[in-house]
């Protein structure tokens, strides 16, 4: 069955960087778009970023242009989000997501706490 399953996240501080991971299996992972979605204490879940099976990248919150990049290496069925220069308001707990014949499927999340 479809697994995704994030690792990366972390305690750091302000103007810090984390690298999150998503690995997946149970699907063709270079077929498929992946995203990152992230939930903050109280708000809704946010689309943060989308990439293509072919690597074409779009970041959809305005909130980190120019500091959060995602990527994708097919041959290890694993999905990035680099994030540079955090924020507080960066805190959140951050998931990954594939949309596969009409259904979503979300890893646990990982939380990431942005913090001095």
Do not use: H
């Amino acid at each position: 069955q479809v697994q995704l399953v994030e690792s990366g996240g972390g305690l750091v501080q302000p103007g810090g960087s984390l690298r999150l991971s998503c690995a997946a299996s149970g699907f063709s992972f270079s077929y498929y778009a992946m995203n990152w979605y992230r939930q903050a204490p109280g708000k809704e879940r946010e689309l943060v970023a989308t990439i293509t099976p072919t690597g074409g990248t779009t970041i959809n919150a305005d909130s980190v242009k120019g500091r959060f990049f995602i990527s994708r290496d097919n041959a290890k069925n694993t999905v990035y989000l680099q994030m540079n220069s955090l924020k507080t308001e960066d805190t959140a707990v951050y998931y990954c997501k594939t949309y596969i014949r009409f259904t979503n499927y979300w890893g646990q999340g990982t939380q990431v706490t942005v913090s001095s």
